[in-house]
C-alpha cells in the first residue's frame, strides 16, 4: 500500500492537466495518497515488541526492581500506531469531506441562481479544523496518560518460572480518548453520508 500510495501520487502530478484529473480536483487527491501513505505506515509499530518492564532475575524469572532501559522504544511504538492511523485516516476522510463540501455550496449557489466560484481554499478549512481537533485529542492523550508496553505472565511451571506471557499496549484511561476520536470520526462520517444524499442529483462531473 506504500508504493501504490506513491504511484498514485505519481500519476496524478504527472497528468494533472488531463481533463478528468482537474475535474477530480488533483491537489485534493494527492492529499488522500498522503493520507494512505501515512495509514500503511500505522501496522510497522505493531511489530515492534518487547519483554517486561523491569528487568527479570535470570535464576527465578522473576521481575526485579531494576527498569528495562528497552521498554521506551516499544512504549514509542505504542503510541505511534493511533498517531499514524489517527492522521492517515483524517487527512483522507477531511480530504473527501471537503471534496463533498465543495460540490454542496455550489448545489447551494445553483439552486438561488447565483454565480459563484467556489475555489480550494472556500473549503479547505474543514480540512484544517478536523485535523487539528485530531491532534489535539491525540497530544493530550500522549500527554495525560500514552500507551505504555505491559507484558503479563499467564502460566508459571512448577518452581514458578514464566512458561507464557501476553504483551499488550495499554493505559488506565485510552477510553476516554479513544471514544472521542471515534466519536468525531464516525460522527463527521455521518455528516458527509447525509451531505452525499443532497447531492446526489448532480452533474455526473462532480460525481467523484
Not at 454542496?104 to 485535523?131: Q, T
Not at 507464557?164 to 499496549?169: E, F, K, T
Request: net charge neutral; with cysteine.
Amino acid at each position: 500500500q506504500v508504493f501504490l500510495s506513491l504511484g498514485c501520487a505519481v500519476w496524478t502530478t504527472y497528468f494533472r492537466n488531463q481533463p478528468v484529473v482537474k475535474v477530480s480536483q488533483p491537489e485534493f487527491l494527492q492529499l488522500i495518497c498522503l493520507g494512505t501513505f501515512v495509514i500503511a505506515l500505522a501496522p510497522i509499530p505493531l511489530m515492534i515488541q518487547g519483554k517486561y518492564r523491569y528487568l527479570t532475575d535470570p535464576l527465578t524469572g522473576a521481575e526485579t526492581d531494576l527498569p528495562n532501559m528497552d521498554i521506551g522504544v516499544v512504549d514509542t511504538a505504542c503510541m505511534a500506531f493511533p498517531w499514524l492511523l489517527g492522521i492517515g485516516f483524517i487527512i483522507i476522510f477531511s480530504t473527501l469531506f471537503a471534496k463533498i463540501w465543495r460540490v454542496k455550496l455550489i448545489l447551494h449557489h445553483s439552486e438561488r441562481f447565483r454565480r459563484k466560484k467556489v475555489g480550494i481554499k472556500d473549503v479547505a478549512i474543514v480540512l484544517y479544523v478536523l485535523l487539528i481537533v485530531e491532534i489535539i485529542i491525540l497530544l493530550v492523550w500522549q500527554l495525560v496518560d500514552p500507551l505504555e508496553w505491559q507484558r503479563t505472565v499467564i502460566s508459571t511451571d512448577s518452581e514458578g518460572f514464566p512458561t507464557q506471557s501476553v504483551g499488550r499496549c495499554t493505559s488506565d484511561s485510552y477510553m476516554y480518548f479513544l471514544t472521542p476520536l471515534a466519536a468525531l470520526n464516525f460522527g463527521c462520517l455521518l455528516y458527509a453520508l447525509y451531505l452525499c444524499y443532497i447531492t446526489r442529483d448532480m452533474s455526473s462531473d462532480f460525481a467523484e
